[in-house]
Each structure stands twice: as structure tokens, then as C-alpha cells.
């Protein structure tokens, strides 16, 4: 997705500057009339008489007569008419007074409305959370997440995207995602990352495999295996073959696929060996490879939450990692 970026200051924003300007300078005598002459829009239209005569509740008012007698009259030389007929005992309302008033109290409702929804998102009655997490990862582990987190927060929508850790990045780094779940490592000093577990990799071999039937394995075993693993962009892969550099092998890449139950299912069928994040070994299917742990230092891939520095979690974001544990 392409992302535009307007700088601050750029020539398209300079006409927004008239704008707040007389945003403020109405806003502020608009809200003085419509708080002292009422607080709602029902008890505005209770205020005015048949007339189109206003009488202020005393005890409605927020601020000193005098001081909204001069935002009233300010507001009146900047629109050149008079919004009041000012009597002995109270305002009669011109025609020019009705027409603002009406828009006085829009405003105050939308401004009413956004306040409500800002208390309806801290209180998580509605929102949204957009979590970034790798295919190796999302469904092993969100599933059960998910609906933990829509039990307990059912107004809050959460939008999951599914890429590579490279990928990921980008996108928090144009705020498209709140969070990533990733794996180390990440190196970004712009980014927060925090461990939450360690995850072992499981040797995954064809059923009928020899190594399958060991009592004991060690690391030598693997040296004339064909290796089945994720295509360079996935850091899988990068993972199982990181090992494999420290364990002193060299196998045979015999084939490289985006999806893990790909390469699971090409396990099955005899094509070669993996090494298998353990939350990808519960799943049922109708041939299952043969899951064997190897000698310390035992492969492993450590999964992490990541957030810009600038840019950190709210609310809702928090209470969705706040869930997050190691599988069992």
C-alpha cells in the first residue's frame, strides 16, 4: 500500500490557517451564547419563548455575566449584526440570532457526541486494534486470542495483517498497525521490542523416517538430510538455517515454500526433514509428521511484540498483548 505523506507546513496546509483562525475566533463567543443561555439542545429550545425570548438559567451559566456579554457582543462586531435585542430583563433573540443559534447547538451536540465516543473507546465499548504478526505465527496463535479478547471486548474490532517481518515494519513505521508479533531479531532503534517467550523448534520428520524410531538424537544426525524450509523473506527460515551454520551442517535445500503446512505436508509425503515452530505441531491433520526434540543448545526463535517509540500502544492494543502467553 502506498503511503503519502503531507510534511507539516507544506504549501497545501497554509490554508488551513484563516480556517482554525476563524474556527477559534467563532467558537469560542458561539459557545459562551448557547452555555449561558442553556447546555442542551432540548433545554436551549425550552428557553426560548414563543417570541423568540430568551431567559437565562442562573444556575446553567459557567461563566461571569460579564464576561459573556463581551464574548457576545465580540462575536457581534466580527459578524457585523446583532444577535440580541437587549431588554430590561432579558434577551429577545433577532433573526440573525435564531439562524446562529441553531448552528450554536449542532455544534455543541457533535462536540457532545465526539466526547462520548472518546470515553466509549477508553472505556473499550468500541475501537479498533490492528495487529501485524507473521503467517508462522497468526494461526497457531491468534485464534484463541481473538476470541478471548471479543468475549471480553465485543464493541472493539480487531484487524489482523499477515506478512513478513520486513514487511511489518513498514507498516508500523506508516502507523498501519499498532503492534507486530515477530520474532527476533530486529534491529530498529526506532522500535520498541519486547520478549514475550521462547519457542523451541521441533525436528519434523516423514513417519516412516529411521531417525523417527531413535531413542536419542543429536545434531550430527541431520548432516546427509534433505531440508525443507520457508523462502528467504520468511525469518524461519533464516532460523532453521542459522542453527544448522552453528551445529556445523550443511544439508541439501530441497525445496523452499511460503506456508508452513506446506512445508509440513511435503515432510509427510517423504520429501525431506524441517525443524517446526512447536505452536505448529498441535494442529490435527490426517498424516502427521513425526515431532522429535533435539539436544541443548535445542533451535528456538524468540517471539516478541514490536511498536514504534513514537507511537505506543493503547488501550485496546495493550489489553490484546496483555493475553498473549505461550501456547501450551
Known amino acids: 500500500m502506498q503511503v503519502v505523506w503531507s510534511a507539516v507546513?507544506?504549501?497545501?496546509?497554509?490554508?488551513l490557517k484563516p480556517?482554525?483562525?476563524?474556527?477559534?475566533?467563532?467558537?469560542?463567543?458561539?459557545?459562551?451564547?448557547?452555555?449561558?443561555?442553556?447546555?442542551?439542545?432540548?433545554?436551549?429550545?425550552?428557553?426560548?419563548g414563543a417570541h423568540g425570548q430568551l431567559f437565562p438559567r442562573r444556575r446553567a451559566v459557567p461563566c461571569r455575566p460579564a464576561l459573556a456579554s463581551?464574548?457576545?457582543?465580540?462575536?457581534?462586531?466580527?459578524?457585523?449584526?446583532?444577535l440580541f435585542d437587549r431588554l430590561k430583563r432579558q434577551a429577545k433573540l433577532t433573526p440573525h440570532g435564531e439562524a446562529f443559534l441553531q448552528r450554536a447547538v449542532r455544534i455543541?451536540?457533535?462536540?457532545?457526541a465526539a466526547k462520548r465516543e472518546a470515553t466509549d473507546a477508553w472505556d473499550l465499548l468500541r475501537g479498533s486494534v490492528a495487529v501485524g504478526v507473521l503467517p508462522t505465527i497468526a494461526p497457531y496463535l491468534l485464534p484463541d486470542i481473538m476470541?478471548?479478547?471479543?468475549?471480553?471486548?465485543?464493541g472493539v474490532e480487531v484487524v489482523v495483517q499477515e506478512d513478513t517481518t520486513a514487511r511489518l515494519l513498514k507498516l508500523m513505521h506508516a502507523y498501519?498497525?499498532?503492534?507486530?508479533?515477530?520474532?527476533?531479531?530486529?534491529?530498529?532503534?526506532?522500535?520498541?521490542?519486547?520478549?514475550?517467550?521462547?519457542?523451541?523448534?521441533?525436528?519434523?520428520?516423514?513417519?516412516?523416517?529411521?531417525?523417527?524410531?531413535?531413542?536419542?538424537?543429536i545434531a550430527a544426525d541431520l548432516k546427509s538430510e534433505r531440508l525443507i524450509v520457508m523462502k528467504e523473506e520468511h525469518c524461519l527460515g533464516d532460523q532453521v538455517l542459522g542453527f544448522c551454520d552453528r551445529s556445523a551442517l550443511n544439508p541439501a535445500?530441497?525445496?523452499?515454500?511460503?506456508?508452513?503446512?506446506?512445508?509440513?505436508?511435503?515432510?509427510?509425503?517423504?520429501?525431506?526433514?524441517?525443524?517446526?515452530?512447536a505452536m505448529a505441531t498441535h494442529r490435527q491433520r490426517e498424516t502427521q509428521p513425526k515431532y522429535r526434540s533435539l539436544p541443548n543448545p535445542k533451535p528456538e526463535r524468540k517471539i516478541v511484540v514490536v511498536w514504534p517509540k513514537q507511537?505506543?500502544?493503547?488501550?485496546?492494543?495493550?489489553?490484546?498483548?496483555?493475553?498473549i502467553s505461550r501456547p501450551n
Do not use: W
Request: charged share 25%; aromatic share 6%; net charge negative.
Open 70 to 82: 463581551q464574548q457576545i457582543k465580540k462575536l457581534e462586531e466580527e459578524l457585523g449584526e446583532r
Open 176 to 217: 498501519e498497525i499498532d503492534f507486530a508479533l515477530a520474532s527476533l531479531p530486529i534491529s530498529d532503534e526506532r522500535l520498541v521490542v519486547t520478549e514475550l517467550f521462547a519457542e523451541e523448534l521441533l525436528l519434523a520428520l516423514p513417519p516412516k523416517h529411521p531417525l523417527a524410531r531413535k531413542r536419542n538424537l
Open 108 to 112: 455543541l451536540e457533535e462536540v457532545d
Open 253 to 277: 535445500i530441497s525445496f523452499r515454500s511460503a506456508q508452513l503446512e506446506t512445508v509440513q505436508e511435503l515432510v509427510c509425503a517423504g520429501l525431506g526433514i524441517s525443524l517446526i515452530p
Open 147 to 154: 476470541a478471548r479478547f471479543s468475549v471480553k471486548f465485543p
Open 19 to 48: 480556517r482554525c483562525e476563524l474556527l477559534l475566533q467563532y467558537f469560542v463567543p458561539l459557545v459562551t451564547i448557547v452555555t449561558a443561555y442553556g447546555n442542551a439542545s432540548a433545554s436551549l429550545h425550552g428557553d426560548i
Open 9 to 15: 507546513g507544506a504549501p497545501q496546509s497554509c490554508a
Open 311 to 323: 507511537r505506543p500502544p493503547g488501550r485496546a492494543a495493550n489489553e490484546f498483548i496483555g493475553m
